[in-house]
């Protein structure tokens, strides 16, 4: 087992879905002539399938519309992500964390939806984790929270938001990526080790 140490965020453009201007109760669409309806994201499968960004009202997600600022994403099955420019490390380990939420204006069907963690890999890409999640109550929000533990320096690390319905919403997305580092116990037990391997060198040179 390791536990971090420190946390260094990784900047994530346009990570609370700001960028666009929507009035109350709107929202941007892909659906029928805008590719990628949200700045700084991009569509990663679905072609015909509809995602953007969306301003909450009090009639959809209540009491908090939004978990940052006044927009949200949304997918009705798409999956649209995002490069962070920045190399995968040996020893690091990255949370990714995401507010989800479904709409309480729509029909209460089953909603799960996925967050990943991706490695570039020539023109495509490699799923290094991924969490599931389940439907959230109806208007509210919850944080799903993904960890992966780096083994190796590998490419470009990038970020996937995922819905198997409709309206689910995603919001402040951030990253966190933090040197890994062995246990207090683990510690002790190899220092203990060690001391044993050096005292059993040191009889077997003095026989």
């Not at 959230?136 to 929270?145: F, H, L, Q, S, Y």
Request: proline residues 6%; glycine residues 10%.
């Amino acid at each position: 087992m390791r536990e971090p140490l420190g946390l260094d965020p990784i900047a994530i453009q346009n990570w609370s879905f700001e960028a666009d201007v929507v009035a109350d109760g709107r929202y941007i669409s892909s659906d029928p002539t805008t590719a990628n309806p949200i700045t700084d994201w991009g569509r990663q499968t679905g072609v015909t399938i509809p995602f953007g960004v969306i301003n909450p009202s009090a009639g959809m997600m209540s009491p908090v519309q939004t978990p940052e600022g006044s927009n949200a994403a949304f997918s009705n099955g798409a999956i649209f992500g995002q490069w962070l420019h920045v190399p995968i490390l040996n020893d690091y380990t990255y949370t990714l964390m995401v507010d989800a939420g479904i709409r309480m204006d729509v029909e209460p069907i089953r909603q799960d939806y996925e967050i990943r963690l991706l490695r570039e890999e020539g023109t495509g890409y490699v799923v290094l984790a991924a969490l599931q999640g389940t439907t959230p109550k109806a208007g509210r929000w919850e944080t799903a929270v993904l960890t992966y533990d780096a083994t190796a320096v590998d490419g470009q690390l990038g970020i996937q938001l995922y819905s198997a319905g409709v309206q689910l919403l995603f919001d402040n997305v951030r990253l966190d990526a933090s040197l890994a580092v062995p246990e207090p116990t683990t510690v002790l037990l190899l220092g203990i080790g060690l001391i044993g391997l050096a005292g059993f060198s040191r009889r077997k040179f003095f026989k």
